[in-house]
């Protein structure tokens, strides 16, 4: 069994910076590429980040120079700094966890989704 642990998400003013952080527990043997996605209302969810476990990252073209991602592999738990936040950011912010446990299985696991609003 593998659990996936979000938090940091909250109402911020535009200019703003939050920090979401994910952990995941249980029976994992490695975890490969994490990633944050998000959904806002009305519209499909999108890729935000994604981090490789040897940290290499990929952004999407909307969050460049604004978004980091980051990973501590120790602690399982990967990270999303958000900087200069924009009211076009508001969305839920999930991230992704794909796991291949200690019996071989290959599981992808999402969070439950921390809701990131931006807002004056």
């Known amino acids: 069994q593998v659990r996936v642990v979000e938090s940091g998400g909250g109402l911020v003013q535009p200019g703003g910076s939050l920090r979401l952080s994910c952990a995941a527990s249980g029976s994992i043997f490695s975890i490969y590429a994490m990633g944050w996605y998000r959904q806002a209302p009305g519209k499909q969810r999108e890729l935000v980040a994604t981090i490789t476990s040897s940290g290499n990252t990929n952004y999407a073209e909307s969050v460049k120079g604004r978004f980091t991602i980051s990973r501590d592999n120790a602690k399982n738990t990967v990270y999303l700094q958000m900087n200069s936040l924009k009211p076009e950011d508001t969305a839920l912010y999930y991230c992704?966890?794909?796991?291949?446990?200690?019996?071989?299985?290959?599981?992808?696991?999402w969070g439950q989704g921390t809701l990131v609003t931006v807002s004056s």
């Open positions: 992704r966890v794909p796991v291949r446990t200690d019996t071989g299985r290959y599981l992808e696991v």
